[in-house]
Nanobody, 129 residues
Framework: QVQLVESGGGLVQAGGSLRLSCAAS????????MGWFRQAPGKEREFVAA????????YYADSVQGRFTISRDNAKNTLYLQMTSLMPEDTAVYFC??????????????????????WGQGTQVTVSS
């Protein structure tokens, strides 16, 4: 079992930045491929960014490519999402998620919600225009 707790959300003006954190507890954090997803009001949850369990590969949704950066600190059991140049359309609840241990190869990432086994409760990000 892995427990995930997101933090760092808030209200920011368009063009601003935020860094989200996801603290993990339980089983070995370094063995889990991780991802960030978001859900805006009235919309389905969507993929944002993914990181392989090795940390050797990342993948981003087209809508955030070049603006968001996913990273991990295994010593702190923490996943991050650095968000810059924020836009009102980035407003959503952001969730971190973990796949089962050692899912895929050294460089495997996943954009599919169904492939993530553990989820946090989410943190609200609101971007004002």
């Amino acid at each position: 079992q892995v427990q995930l707790v997101e933090s760092g959300g808030g209200l920011v003006q368009a063009g601003g930045s935020l860094r989200l954190s996801c603290a993990a507890s339980g089983r070995a954090f370094s063995s889990h491929a991780m991802g960030w997803f978001r859900q805006a009001p009235g919309k389905e949850r969507e993929f944002v960014a993914a990181l392989s369990w090795s940390g050797g590969a990342t993948y981003y949704a087209d809508s955030v490519q070049g603006r968001f950066t996913i990273s991990r600190d295994n010593a702190k059991n923490t996943l991050y999402l650095q968000m810059t140049s924020l836009m009102p359309e980035d407003t959503a609840v952001y969730f971190c998620a973990a796949r089962a241990p050692y899912s895929g190869s050294y460089y495997t990432t996943s954009t599919k919600l169904s492939e993530y086994e553990y989820w946090g409760q989410g943190t609200q990000v609101t971007v004002s225009s």
